[in-house]
């Protein structure tokens, strides 16, 4: 895909972004791959790595997925992926193994952000544009591994099934465009019936909306209203929602997957990202990130007057937030300075201090909210930047 775009669509092209998923060299050997030619190219370069190895393939691709998003958001641009006809068949049949509803039955043909212009395509006709062109690829290890299920379906079962009944391919994608065509209407009645207010890191739903819906009605309409909220909901996460909302009394609430939360008011259901626990490590920084007790929301405009709460960022490297760590250092002024040392200048003390957020830009911090700001994020003139404002909630 990159090398069919630098030929008919190199004006679209607003960078190209690859992500090292730290899972052994040739991982490493593939991010390289794409930055030597998207350079050649030229286009503009990102390269994302995982903060530590992830162990099944839902890590990977989240961790991948939330990089790209943020690369997207900072550069203003939509990610286009090179999934191909396969890797949807693969899909759908994986989520008919699960027991998916005709929600997840669209796989790859649901309606998103993305871009995925080979989707149509086989794999084996995008290996013979390959070949045609001269082009070199990285092959991962992983990809034969059985220790996948996409890989055992890949190698063993479609082929099963495909001896056993030679138009299934065709069948399963039919499949999925049906799918996707009773989500995308479904989302339409869901809009135009139940009014949804957005709020920061969520959405609120009336619950005079919700009142005369069965459990059946509610179990369909629910992960639409997760959508809206860019949340993901699976069954079980499903039929805690519908149970919640036919028996949740007011300042209650219930924990869905992926830190997401429920919560009755009196007059409607909050759907929020709950406060996250930051003892993991990084989290890549979005607008609506609640961590610990600070929220970070992006900005059209800094203000006039704005203070070490508000940051312009650099869009040429991933954006993570974290607690500071001892040793922690910031270049502003002469020269690094350790953290710690700006937070005891603030008079930012005890078990607050130990809990303070630091904002990286790839491996260096640039930002302490609150506190100081380093010279890449500071806003200037003719220096492309994301900005962001960071709140203390007071709690």
Same mark, same amino acid.
């Given at each position: 895909?990159?090398?069919?775009?630098?030929?008919?669509?190199?004006?679209?092209?607003?960078?190209?972004?690859?992500?090292?998923?730290?899972?052994?060299?040739?991982?490493?050997?593939?991010?390289?791959?794409?930055?030597?030619?998207?350079?050649?190219?030229?286009?503009?370069?990102?390269?994302?790595?995982?903060?530590?190895?992830?162990?099944?393939?839902?890590?990977?691709?989240?961790?991948?997925?939330?990089?790209?998003?943020?690369?997207?958001?900072?550069?203003?641009?939509?990610?286009?992926?090179?999934?191909?006809?396969?890797?949807?068949?693969?899909?759908?049949?994986?989520?008919?193994?699960?027991?998916?509803?005709?929600?997840?039955?669209?796989?790859?043909?649901?309606?998103?952000?993305?871009?995925?212009?080979?989707?149509?395509?086989?794999?084996?006709?995008?290996?013979?544009?390959?070949?045609?062109?001269?082009?070199?690829?990285?092959?991962?290890?992983?990809?034969?591994?059985?220790?996948?299920?996409?890989?055992?379906?890949?190698?063993?079962?479609?082929?099963?099934?495909?001896?056993?009944?030679?138009?299934?391919?065709?069948?399963?994608?039919?499949?999925?465009?049906?799918? $996707? #065509?009773?989500?995308?209407?479904?989302?339409? *009645?869901? /809009?135009? !019936?139940?009014?949804?207010?957005? +709020? @920061? =890191?969520?959405?609120?739903?009336?619950?005079?909306?919700?009142?005369?819906?069965?459990?059946?009605?509610?179990?369909?309409?629910?992960?639409?209203?997760?959508?809206?909220?860019?949340?993901?909901?699976?069954?079980?996460?499903?039929?805690?929602?519908?149970?919640?909302?036919?028996?949740?009394?007011?300042?209650?609430?219930?924990?869905?997957?992926?830190?997401?939360?429920?919560?009755?008011?009196?007059?409607?259901?909050?759907?929020?990202?709950?406060?996250?626990?930051?003892?993991?490590?990084?989290?890549?920084?979005?607008?609506?990130?609640?961590?610990?007790?600070?929220?970070?929301?992006?900005?059209?405009?800094?203000?006039?007057? $704005? #203070?070490?709460?508000?940051?312009?960022?650099? *869009?040429? /490297?991933? !954006?993570?937030?974290?607690?500071? +760590? @001892? =040793?922690?250092?910031?270049?502003?002024?002469?020269?690094?300075?350790?953290?710690?040392?700006?937070?005891?200048?603030?008079?930012?003390?005890?078990?607050?201090?130990?809990?303070?957020?630091?904002?990286?830009?790839?491996?260096?911090?640039?930002?302490?909210?609150?506190?100081?700001?380093?010279?890449?994020?500071?806003?200037?003139?003719?220096?492309?930047?994301?900005?962001?404002?960071?709140?203390?909630?007071?709690?």
């Amino acid at each position: 895909m990159l090398h069919a775009a630098g030929r008919v669509a190199r004006g679209s092209v607003a960078v190209v972004a690859t992500f090292d998923h730290g899972t052994g060299p040739a991982a490493t050997r593939a991010a390289g791959l794409v930055a030597r030619v998207a350079a050649a190219l030229g286009f503009r370069v990102v390269i994302g790595r995982a903060p530590g190895q992830g162990f099944t393939e839902a890590e990977w691709r989240a961790m991948r997925l939330e990089f790209l998003s943020d690369v997207a958001r900072r550069t203003d641009a939509v990610v286009a992926t090179a999934h191909t006809r396969d890797d949807q068949v693969e899909t759908v049949l994986m989520r008919v193994l699960r027991n998916a509803g005709a929600r997840g039955l669209a796989g790859l043909y649901a309606p998103g952000t993305g871009l995925r212009p080979l989707l149509d395509v086989s794999r084996a006709a995008v290996a013979e544009y390959v070949e045609a062109i001269g082009a070199s690829w990285v092959e991962d290890p992983t990809n034969a591994s059985p220790r996948f299920m996409r890989n055992r379906v890949r190698r063993d079962l479609l082929p099963a099934l495909s001896r056993a009944h030679p138009g299934f391919e065709g069948e399963i994608l039919a499949l999925a465009r049906h799918a $996707a #065509d009773w989500r995308g209407r479904l989302e339409g *009645v869901v /809009a135009a !019936l139940i009014h949804v207010e957005l +709020r @920061s =890191g969520g959405i609120a739903i009336p619950a005079g909306s919700l009142a005369g819906l069965s459990a059946d009605e509610l179990a369909v309409v629910w992960p639409a209203l997760a959508a809206r909220a860019g949340a993901r909901t699976d069954w079980r996460g499903t039929e805690r929602a519908v149970a919640f909302t036919k028996g949740g009394r007011a300042g209650s609430r219930i924990q869905l997957s992926g830190g997401w939360e429920i919560a009755r008011t009196r007059d409607a259901f909050e759907l929020r990202c709950g406060a996250v626990q930051v003892e993991p490590g990084e989290l890549p920084l979005r607008s609506g990130l609640v961590f610990d007790r600070w929220t970070f929301t992006s900005l059209a405009n800094l203000p006039p007057s $704005a #203070d070490a709460w508000s940051a312009s960022l650099p *869009v040429d /490297a991933p !954006l993570t937030v974290r607690r500071w +760590r @001892s =040793g922690d250092r910031m270049r502003a002024g002469a020269g690094p300075r350790r953290v710690k040392r700006y937070l005891s200048d603030a008079k930012v003390g005890g078990a607050l201090r130990a809990r303070w957020p630091v904002v990286l830009a790839g491996h260096e911090i640039v930002w302490i909210p609150g506190i100081r700001r380093g010279p890449s994020a500071t806003e200037r003139p003719g220096r492309p930047g994301v900005l962001f404002r960071c709140e203390l909630n007071d709690r």
